[in-house]
């Protein structure tokens, strides 16, 4: 496992991590933890800094919210390198990938519903993911030209295992195939589904090191594999973090709102409080207090990081009413 606490040459750096959210609305306390991790990392180590907005769901992300992530990103003490970026301000790379898995006769078209692939005698569907199985694949050769229509395009997914090689969760073993199927890498909106956006973006971007919460750890599985299909050379470096949970269980999402840094700033809690919390979940501090994000890089370190993904593998963090009260006594 690289080591976290190493310093390469600050004006070189040979490494690089992304903070890359989502704006379809207020960052919540378990986007504020991968984002803290992933930029103290970064910083500790001396790596390049990224910032990705991923905003290519139109129907709810908006520049407004692009906006308020990167003042509440400031607001709590995190920076990155260069200008941010926003994946649907050029479409173009995307499009220039599409054009190679064409050329290879790897993507089609294709307009099934959900309801018609679920129907379909052969494709079972576990976990609560639907799979596309290849005997629905079209068999005209018309289907099989990427024009940027509208319609969805899946890409042929080989069957056999993938494995992941995680620095914090170890090796995992995975098959898209038999898990997803053929999935959908452009959309009937006329833009690349997340899969082929997150590649392309790592490689045009020089990301080497990914570091976010484990549910998306299938997804890593999913983009080595389209990272070969592309042509691109080399695997990313997992990082992957157990996520956040309410006091019920469920994992923390946008939904609650009393979780959003934007609405416990409204609240008057201060930043230096939130990261505080953050800190004591990570166990990067003995006694919760407020603790400037700038503390947080020279807090941590490769034992601690094994240390509390260990730690919530077996009882799973959540965010409790306790917690709630603490903030709220700001």
């Known amino acids: 496992m690289p080591d976290v606490s190493a310093h390469p040459d600050p004006v070189i750096p040979s490494r690089t991590t992304r903070l890359a959210p989502s704006p379809t609305g207020d960052l919540h306390l378990g986007n504020v933890r991968s984002l803290l991790l992933a930029w103290a990392m970064g910083r500790r180590a001396g790596w390049r800094v990224v910032l990705r907005h991923e905003d290519l769901d139109a129907t709810r992300s908006s520049a407004e919210a692009c906006d308020g992530i990167e003042a509440s990103l400031r607001w709590l003490g995190l920076d990155w390198d260069g200008d ?75 069957p056999g295992p993938e494995i992941v090689r995680d620095e914090l969760l170890g090796t995992r073993r995975f098959d898209p195939g038999a898990e997803v199927g053929d999935q959908i890498v452009w959309t009937k909106a006329g833009r690349p589904a997340y899969q082929l956006s997150v590649v392309v973006d790592d490689d045009r971007q020089g990301v080497t090191d990914v570091i976010r919460g484990a549910d998306l750890l299938p997804s890593a599985a999913r983009q080595q594999r389209l990272r070969r299909d592309l042509g691109i050379d080399g695997d990313l470096t997992w990082w992957h973090l157990p996520i956040v949970h309410d006091e019920t269980g469920r994992r923390l999402a946008k939904r609650d709102g009393d979780t959003g840094v934007e609405a416990l ?52 963090l959540r965010f409790t009413n306790e917690d709630r009260r603490w903030l709220l006594q700001s």
Not at 115 to 136: K, N, S, T, V, Y
Not at 283 to 292: A, C, I, K, S
């Open 84 to 158: 941010s970026t926003r994946q649907s301000d050029d479409l173009e790379p995307y499009l220039e990938a599409m054009r190679r898995l064409e050329a290879g006769r790897l993507v089609f078209a294709s307009s099934l519903s959900r309801r018609e692939i679920r129907e379909a005698a052969a494709a079972p569907h576990g976990e609560g993911e639907l799979r596309f199985p290849p005997d629905l694949r079209p068999e005209d050769e018309a289907s099989w030209r990427f024009d940027g229509g509208e319609t969805n395009y899946r890409i042929t997914t080989r």
């Open 265 to 316: 700033r409204a609240a008057g809690v201060p930043a230096d409080r939130i990261i505080g919390l953050v800190a004591g979940w990570c166990g990067l501090v003995d006694t919760r207090g407020p603790v400037p994000a700038a503390r947080i890089p020279e807090l941590l370190d490769d034992e601690r990081l094994r240390s509390m993904v260990v730690r919530e593998t077996t009882e799973p």
